[in-house]
């Protein structure tokens, strides 16, 4: 997409890319899964909640024919029902059980994780604080794991008047995507409060929200401003704007390049660029574009990330037959390897393109 450039006298001299930034395995296993799933079936497919928190890769779906729905009741009996990456409530896998023809779940395993942590904790009966985002939808998917035995805490309101009925049995779980700063504060205090907490080992944020946050952290050193790249609903892409700030380095979220405001650059020579971890790479592209750093953009890099998620296991079984007609002859791959080989390899962003449908602006 062609952006009309700032002004020469807001032009950053340098602009520093944080890597690694945007797409996570999570995602990236949750995009080519619901590509999966416009290709198999009769259109349209249903997508219980957004399918991750980025506005352009929802409405790229919506242009291919995905219907995203917020109650299973829309789901037209029988239709294919995809479950989003933010895990989903037991009764909502048992609704789109009884009412879909098929139902995918395309829960991020790092979000499965941490349900079992909270199931084993409650069958134990201990009372769990759960620190997380009212109304986020991982959070709502993790609170109904054990609603007898969970309480929701906000990093900004702590434990307010929270009394356990036996403080020696007390766990404390996160959402995957809090701000590493607010999860320490929270951590500290319950380990005052409650004599042996259990928690994670490692605690609960997932690896890809730790890794945006270091760089953030790292940059903030270097940078006068840094802009975030993703939506205003994506949890982690929020905390890396919170990460910034409370290190005093001014941060932005912007949805996209035409978000940025001439005055943020005001004074800015240095500015650093990330992407929350469901924000397309290709409206970073368009941020380093309208940027025109005067020196150009360089790296910042703090590690390599080579995780990756398969297909979820009930989606296996559709394309694991595409597969199969390969190795019968029926499709052209010389090589006799099927999608499922191929799998890894593939972007979530090229998967997206090959739904055929243009991905720019309206
Ligand atoms: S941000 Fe973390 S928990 Fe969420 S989908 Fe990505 S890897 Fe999974």
Known sequence: MSQPGLSPSRRPTRVLLAEPNGFCAGVDMAIKALVWMAKIFEPPVYCYHEIVHNRFVVESFEKAGVVFVDSIDEVPEGAPVMLSAHGSAPEVLDAANHRAGVVIDAVCPLVTKIHHEVKRAAAKDFDILFVGHHGHDEAVGTLARAPGSITLVEPETGFGSFVPRNPEKVALFAQTTLGLHEWKAMEAEAN??????????????????????????????????????????????????????????????????DGIRDEWLEGAEVVGV???????????????????????????????????????PGLRKFVGALTHGVQLGLTARPDGRGPLDYDRNVTPMAALGSLRVYLGPD
């Open 192 to 257: 005052g409060r409650f004599p042996n907490l259990v928690t994670a080992r490692k605690s609960d944020l997932c690896y890809a929200t730790t890794n945006r946050q270091d760089a953030v952290r790292a940059m903030t050193g270097e940078c006068d401003l840094i802009l975030v790249v993703g939506s205003v609903n994506s949890s982690n892409t929020n905390a890396l704007v919170r990460t910034a700030d409370v290190l005093g380095t001014p941060a932005y979220r912007i949805d996209r390049a």
């Open 274 to 312: 990330t992407a929350g971890a469901s924000a397309p790479d290709v409206l970073v592209q368009e941020v380093l574009e309208r940027l025109d750093p005067v020196e150009g953009w360089h790296l910042f890099s703090v590690t390599d990330e080579e995780e990756y998620f398969p297909l979820p």
